[in-house]
């Protein structure tokens, strides 16, 4: 039989103590800081049961590595939540994106996030060939196609907004958009015989809905989901993102910008909106906002001149012309990306006053609208907006 001396106990249990503390201290390194709290309080607790044993050389330098190990811990900690921020920019969906996400996984968080883009492009694109919506439009006329959950709810949720617009928002506008190719080197204002033949296919009420089927009821019609397809994507990445247990992060999707929380320093966002007259990056008010999302269509975004007459991007469905109603930007702030998206463009073609109207009747949404004469219109529930740019001025 084996019998150990005293000193023998004294060596195991010290052997035994120090590899718990390494443990411990390892996995904490790569946990958060109350399981180093929770290591202190192990350890004295440890200390405290041996206090009886003698203090051996041995245990001191147990001790101190295993204060070390807590110190490289806590460091470790501090870096992983306060400064790990992740942030990527990529050209996808037809624009600049740009997701930055702060805290521990934000480079996991930000990898999933560019795999929904690149997911969402490859199902709603007009401009990857076999995408789901380029295969509907190829269908038109022909067959019902089938389609994935995304690309049949961002479809469904278009004919809502088309119907809250009383037609003005139509995916069913893509022969038109084609035709004046805004933004495209094909650019030009078509003949009015080219634009009457092709405003014949739109008509977002031929769109025929059959769960998980897409049909659309006549040949030469095509849908372009560019009016809402970057705000769903925003929602998808959002929940992705929440799931992850993610607390600050910014998607921004060619300006198409949803918040996850407050800053890392818990103040909220300072969202500048885009000046509807001048170069990218230049605001003419901000706005205070955590956790929302903050959507704008404007002029500005895509357009072209000719004769000293602009040419932008939104169309109207009832002339085929670039909508012409005075608004040079229409933007949303909502807890919901996708209707933010859809209804920036829906608003635009509504209106001034029917839009503003049209907003008060739709829960947590708001909007700022800019005339062509710099007067700001916003809806009664805006809050922390203020004007950077003295040529704008709040509107009577
Ligand atoms: P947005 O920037 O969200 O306002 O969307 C504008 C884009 O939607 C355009 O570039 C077109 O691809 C498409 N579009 C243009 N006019 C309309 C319209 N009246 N309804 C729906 N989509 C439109
Ligand atoms: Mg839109």
Request: include cysteine.
């Amino acid at each position: 039989m084996l019998i150990l001396s005293q000193s023998d106990t004294l060596y195991i249990t010290n052997i035994y103590l120090f590899i718990e503390l390494l443990f411990v201290c390892f996995v904490h390194i790569f946990c958060d800081f109350l399981h180093i709290i929770y290591s202190i309080i192990l350890f004295t607790v440890i200390y405290l049961i041996k206090e009886e044993t003698a203090i051996s050389k041995f245990r001191i330098y147990i001790v101190i590595i295993a204060i070390l190990l807590l110190i490289i811990s806590f460091f470790v900690y501090l870096k992983n939540s306060i400064s790990s921020h992740t942030s990527h920019t990529e050209v996808l969906l037809g624009t600049v994106v740009n997701i930055s996400v702060y805290g521990e996984d934000s480079k996991q968080a930000v990898d999933e996030a560019f795999d929904i883009i690149r997911d969402m492009e490859s199902k709603m694109s007009i401009n990857i060939k076999d995408s789901e919506v380029n295969r509907i439009n190829d269908n038109a006329g022909l067959a019902a196609v089938k389609v994935s959950y995304d690309t049949f709810e961002v479809v469904k949720q278009s004919i809502e907004y088309s119907v809250i617009s009383d037609g003005g928002f139509d995916i069913t506008i893509a022969p038109v958009v084609e035709l004046w190719g805004i933004g495209t080197e094909n650019e030009r204002v078509p003949l009015q015989n080219e634009i009457d033949t092709v405003l014949d296919k739109v008509d977002y009420r031929d769109i025929e809905l059959n769960n998980p089927y897409i049909k659309l009821k006549y040949k030469d019609m095509k849908i372009d989901l560019g009016a809402i397809a970057k705000g769903y994507t925003a929602d998808k990445i959002y929940e992705r993102l929440k799931d992850m247990n993610i607390d600050n992060a910014v998607i921004d999707i060619g300006g198409n910008i949803s918040l996850i929380g407050s800053k890392s320093d818990k103040q909220p966002y300072d969202i500048g909106i885009q000046d509807p007259f001048k170069k990218r990056g230049l605001h003419f008010g901000k706005i205070l906002l955590e956790d929302k999302t903050i959507v704008t269509s404007g002029t500005y975004e895509r357009f072209f001149e000719k004769n000293s007459v602009k040419y932008h991007h939104i169309i109207s469905p009832y002339d085929g012309y670039p909508i012409d109603n005075s608004i040079e930007s229409v933007t949303i702030v909502s807890v919901d990306s996708t209707a933010a998206d859809g209804l920036s463009t829906a608003l635009f073609s509504m209106g001034i006053e029917t839009a503003l109207e049209a907003i008060e009747g739709i829960e947590e949404t708001e909007c700022i609208i800019v005339d062509s004469n710099k007067n700001i219109y916003l809806s009664s529930g805006i809050a922390d907006f203020r004007i950077t740019n003295d040529e704008f001025r709040l509107a009577e």
